[in-house]
């Protein structure tokens, strides 16, 4: 589902961001949670929703990046350019913070280069980003990708997924270590042995574990922000 399209297709035309306004104003309690959303759709309305909407509206966004190099992404057809994605993510994290910040990548496209490898690897370095999510290009029959010639060995593909998750891995290690100590709310998960903070951590949880799944709780984030003691 492409949830920045949202109402171009109505009678009157209206926004996603109009749609989350109206939710936080008319559906009290609840904590809302955007879905994988492209950057190019995110406008200075949601940024103001995410930053002054006191967590009701998570501060999390998974913006799909899949590649750093301007020539793969031509190939994929996507709607951004590199210096486009970069500025958008660094907008958004000036405007909200904390916040969590994810992205798919695909390594291993056809024609990706070790320049463009190299170009991707960079701005994922650059960019406050959380987690990632990296998948090594594989060819799915009927898709104008399968018959592009440059494909790559499979190979190259996971060693350039392996070395992009080792460096997202490292990223998420290092937000949670600065959100060690803090105050955060959480979302129980499954049997209540780990939970999901409003910027998209997931983090174990103390030995004191409520019955309550459907609503927050209140906890404060171990030194190195991997568990919560719940109060």
Known sequence: MHIGHYGRDLDPRTTLTALVRRLLDEVPGPRFRLGSIEATEIDDG???????????????????????????????????????????????AAAVSPIGLGADIITGFPGETDADHAQTAGLVDELP????????????????????????????????????????????AHYARRRGGSLVEVVMEGDGGTALTGDYMRVAVGSRRPADHRRLHSGTLSPDGSEVALQ
């Open 129 to 172: 980003f959380t987690y990632l999510h990296v998948f090594p290009w594989s060819p799915r029959e009927g898709t104008a990708a399968a018959d592009m010639p440059g494909r790559l060995p499979q190979r190259i593909a996971w060693e350039r997924a392996r070395e992009l998750r080792t460096l997202g891995t490292e990223k998420g």
């Open 46 to 92: 949601m940024l103001r929703l995410l930053a002054e909407s006191g967590g009701r509206l998570a501060p999390h966004l998974h913006m799909p990046l899949q590649s750093g190099a301007d020539p793969v992404l031509r190939g994929m057809r996507r709607w951004h350019t590199r210096e486009h994605y970069r500025r958008r993510a660094l907008d958004i």
